[in-house]
């Protein structure tokens, strides 16, 4: 059990020796993947079929908006 | 220790702040008819009120204080708890998940888990979340009462007395509506008090540029100002940060935490669930600043009197954030702060216990004593919400003296379970495939390994201690990997019986509202 423990620990860090820049593009990576897909979300898993929302009570632009913001505060303070 | 004087403005504004809380909270009991107004407000409530509610229910004393503690002590890192572990996965069950979840017209989470795997698995996770909660309402009351001893010079008793008599009021008689209609008010005195507390001490500290510069001196604050930390950092190493509290953690908290999902069911519409998620995204934004920024300015600002971390003893994080408090707010806005952080306790609070009552009256009552009136099932959450109260109020004595950090304790709770339980979720909202047989072998192997994997640092002793984030993430691959394997060897489901319990197989129209 002790080096069935070890060599997970182990193994977890030994998995991502990386550079700190690839980390940085790690986090990005994962909501510049989250912003395609509300992109490309189909209308009907957004209710925007019935009637055509305004811009401020469309969520799925409220969504864009919060990804980007994440998205630069990782590449900033990443 | 240094506390804080409450001038009359200051008492005045905290007193303003009680009993309208409490007010607004008894207000709102009016129209309870039934058991589906008390646990679901009648499926009434606003998206905007829900969105608040969200926000708040996520943050309490223990985060108020052991989020400067921890910026104190690691920096901008803490801001990933909301960013990674929050924003993506609200943003992602805003529109897959919540709007599902509310189509599928449970009350819980265990309900649903029953519904697609099995009465045994819905009654696990039940009683592991009613254990949970009890927790972590004992973490909340500790938190609060070393928040309160801190900054007011209250002991004890005298702090749970007041936050359980406040939430107690209100809460056993309003149900879920009282809960999120006055958390929306805490939400934003909560927003005004802490950037109250940030902007004073940013003033103080020199402005950003000043911040910098006084942290930037000390030999051991390299990694202070970036929120990605190298893959061999102690606490938090990034891998473990990108893969257990983004992939696991955040998203089994905002899927699968019942306080969490259940204020979402009580909106009108899917669509005005999905909003509520999407508006808790934004105001999320700048919570991880209100947070973490107080142990900064703590930081620059009181290095002199709370030294080097790697040499605090037990409690003295937790003055990270009085200390900033009583030493830079005037007259006033002290008050107004003072007023935030009961606003943040109490919002925590009723939160888990409204929740916590649900919980056990749907998943685990109603299947014990079957058949009884719904005035009677409404009896029994109200009463529960005492039970719940005192339970948490004894625990948190009991627990007092045994956890420092009180954030890492509301941590290590969570990670028995949240890897098998957003395992289960997924498995079960995503895939046809997932059959009762594999759910319950999964749910077996991934509590075990997370059991297993948290044991070790007290049978092989603290160098093999296994981080927490690294259990989460451990325990839902061993979770994933036995619900997919045992599932592909039994039957599956015809799709009659997964209509409503899949994504991809709806049910054929909206319930009724």
Known sequence: MRTLLGLLAAASGAQVGAASLGAKAAFVGVFALLLLW?????????????????????TRFWAVLVTLAQIWVYAYWG | METAKLQPLDMALVAAYLISVTALGLWFTRGIKNSRDYFLAGKTLPWWAVGMSLVVSDIGAKDMIGLAADGYRYGLVMMNFDFIGCAFPVLAAAFLFMPFLWMAGVYT??????????QTVRTFFALIWALFMM????????SSAVMFEALLGWGFWWSVGVTAVVVGVFTTAGGLKAVVLTDALSCVVLIVGAALTCILGLQRAGGWEGLQT??????WTSNHFHLVLPADHPAFPWPAVLLGLGFVLGPAYWIGNQAIVQRTLGTRSQNQARASYVFCAVLKLVFPVLLVLPGLIGLALFHDQLGDPSQWEEGVGNRVLPLLIVNLLPTGVLGIVVGAFMAGVVANLDSYINSASTLVVTDLYRAVVPGRTDAHYLRVGQALVVVFLLAGVAFARLIQPVFGSVFEAFQTFMTFFQGPLLALLLLGMLTRRA????????????????????????????????????????????????????????????????????????????PQT
């Not at chain 2, 989470?109 to 099995?118: A, F, I, K, Q, T």
């Not at chain 2, 927790?135 to 500790?142: D, E, F, H, R």
């Not at chain 2, 036995?482 to 054929?508: A, K, M």
Request: proline share 5%; net charge neutral; with cysteine.
């Open chain 2, 109 to 118: 989470v265990p309900e649903y888990l029953g519904r697609r795997y099995n």
């Open chain 1, 38 to 58: 509300l992109l490309f979300l189909p209308a009907r898993l957004v209710d925007e079929e019935a009637v055509r929302q305004p811009w401020w009570r469309n």
């Open chain 2, 135 to 142: 927790g972590t309402v004992g973490t909340i009351l500790v």
């Open chain 2, 435 to 510: 059959t009762s047989q594999g759910g319950l072998a999964g749910m077996i192997l991934g509590v075990g390994t997370a059991v297993a994997l948290n044991s070790a640092r007290f049978v092989f002793g603290p160098e093999l201690a296994v981080s927490y984030l690294w259990v989460a993430w451990w325990s839902f691959v061993a979770s994933l990997g036995g619900t997919v394997v045992v599932s592909l060897l039994t039957r599956p489901y015809d799709e009659d019986r997964l209509r409503g319990l899949v994504c991809w197989i709806p049910v054929r129209e909206e």
């Open chain 2, 214 to 219: 006084a942290i930037g001196r000390m030999d």
